[in-house]
């Protein structure tokens, strides 16, 4: 889709000009106006201007033990029953996000699929939090539906999410391409999208749809 190749595009000119202001503003000017942080994860830089720039990753390595039922229906009858090890890299992240002024920020994450050998865009975005108490997101980002989908990986209690968040993109997961607008009030917040589909309906048209929360 064009729409992705253009956000992406432009994600990564942000994070290459922010990093550059960032990196700039610490070359011409005292040390205290640039912060090099590397507390929660990965390498936060900081400039007196306003811009961010946070590069970072994840890395996930199952390895599981089954028991005999795992080799219940093999097809060597001399290896029924034995019990069986498996691994593999279930998740291999790199992240690059930050902020441009106050109003601005971004996020590009690219998955590297051991299996494939190739890597995709797993999120790529731009927000404008110049607005009192809601911010505009477009880009590929999570659908707003479940708590148990919204929460990171990393802080998941079992190594899967439940099976209905596989259904599809109308119900979770990250769709190519959305409008986004999210905000936080006294005792609630909300979000609500407008998702690509990626497909076309019967005249040709892209179809979209609505998720909420």
Request: glycine share 10%; hydrophobic share 35%; charged share 25%.
């Amino acid at each position: 889709m064009r729409l992705k190749q253009i956000l992406i595009g432009a994600s990564s000119a942000i994070v290459i000009t922010s990093l550059s202001s960032v990196a700039f503003a610490g070359a011409v000017t005292s040390k205290e106006e640039i912060a090099i942080s590397t507390t929660g994860g990965g390498i936060k830089i900081e400039s007196d201007n306003g811009n961010t720039f946070q590069f970072g990753g994840v890395i996930q390595y199952d390895f599981d033990n089954y028991d005999g039922l795992y080799n219940a229906g093999t097809a060597d009858p001399a290896d029924i029953g034995d019990s069986a090890n498996e691994s593999e890299w279930r998740r291999t992240r790199l992240t690059a996000k930050g902020t441009k002024g106050e109003n601005w920020g971004y996020k590009l994450t690219v998955d590297i699929d051991d299996d494939a050998e190739e890597a995709s865009v797993d999120e790529a975005w731009v927000k404008y939090a110049g607005l009192n108490n809601v911010d505009l997101i477009v880009g590929r980002l999570k659908a707003p539906f479940g708590l148990e989908e919204l929460v990171s990986d990393k802080y998941i209690s079992t190594i899967e999410r439940s099976a209905i968040y596989e259904v599809g993109n109308f119900l979770s997961g990250k769709p190519d391409f959305a409008f986004a607008a999210q905000g936080s009030w006294n005792n609630f917040s909300g979000q609500v999208h407008l998702i690509d589909e990626g497909e076309e309906d019967d005249d040709s048209s892209d179809s979209f749809s609505i998720a909420a929360r």
